[in-house]
């Protein structure tokens, strides 16, 4: 049976993190018992805009670096490629290769946040670079993965794209699902029943609860909230998609994990309390917000 997936996807637009602030990352994922980092920003222009074109060499040392402290922190390092403007499954395959070649082998597709039309014809594009990429990693490494995030990832909407996707996709590869709406207010069992069946298949949430992206300027100072304890039995995973600043994001991420490693006990007031007060979270001296 494969593992679950909990942790962090930097997958938000405007300022991305930098490669050391990834790095403290993926060491605070560690600490707080988390074992997921996704790696899709959407200002990376060699990721979504530009993403045809290969990367700088310094760029791959630095996803050579990242995976190895992943990999030695029990980390699961994804890197996600955005082939939102004409995909092609050779540019694919051979921009990926170049990610393969540093030594990552987790991977994910994002068609998010693309004007297409919500047709069977659109899924049925979309999957044959989805399957295509699938085998073409499963003949590189065993250990590989795919997760796939669709265009329509949020809501309930029995389209004939989401049909499409929900029959035909390959069983071994996770889809991401956000809540009723892209920030979901809350996620309850039945959402995640309702949503599991419309999919046939568990789903990965992609949880924007603590995003910024959408309100620039703005630092959200809450714990993970108004998320059912029986949902983690019935998901994939969940990966949180948090806010531009790094730094502030700490607190937060540590109640989500409190809340993931014991959900059927979490209490919100206590879970802040602790994150707040905890070293995990303490601003590096002499650094602002």
């Not at 092609?88 to 921009?95: E, G, L, M, S, Y």
């Not at 949503?195 to 959408?214: C, E, G, K, S």
Request: aromatic fraction near 12%; glycine fraction near 4%.
């Amino acid at each position: 049976m494969r593992s679950k997936r909990f942790g962090v996807v930097e997958g938000f637009y405007r300022r991305p993190y930098t490669f050391k602030q990834r790095l403290d990352l993926v060491d605070f994922l560690q600490t707080l018992g988390l074992n997921t980092y996704i790696y899709g920003p959407k200002a990376d222009s060699f990721n979504r805009r530009n993403w045809q074109k290969p990367y700088p060499l310094k760029k791959l040392a630095e996803f050579q670096r990242l995976n190895e402290r992943c990999t030695s922190r029990s980390i699961r390092f994804v890197y996600a490629l955005s082939p939102v403007h004409k995909p092609d499954i050779k540019a694919v395959t051979r921009k990926i290769d170049t990610i393969l070649a540093t030594g990552v082998e987790h991977y994910s597709i994002f068609f998010d946040d693309i004007k297409v039309p919500l047709t069977s014809e659109t899924a049925a594009s979309q999957l044959s670079i989805v399957h295509a990429l699938h085998d073409h990693l499963a003949a590189r490494t065993k250990r590989a993965t795919l997760s796939f995030c669709p265009t329509q990832y949020r809501g309930f909407r029995t389209t004939p794209y989401i049909e499409t996707i929900a029959a035909d996709l390959h069983p071994a590869i996770d889809i991401f699902w956000t809540g009723k709406t892209v920030v979901a207010r809350s996620i309850t069992v039945k959402n995640v029943e309702r949503i599991t069946q419309i999919m046939r298949r568990p789903v990965l949430i992609w949880d924007n609860i603590f995003a910024n992206d959408y309100i620039p300027g703005t630092i959200l100072r809450f714990p993970y909230r108004r998320r059912a304890p029986g949902i983690i039995g019935l998901v994939r995973g969940i990966l949180l998609n948090p806010m531009n600043d790094y730094e502030e994001n700490k607190p937060l991420i540590h109640t989500a994990a409190s809340f993931i490693r014991d959900p059927a006990t979490y209490n919100t007031g206590r879970a802040w309390r602790a994150a707040t007060r905890s070293a995990l979270c303490a601003k590096p001296a002499g650094r602002s917000a």
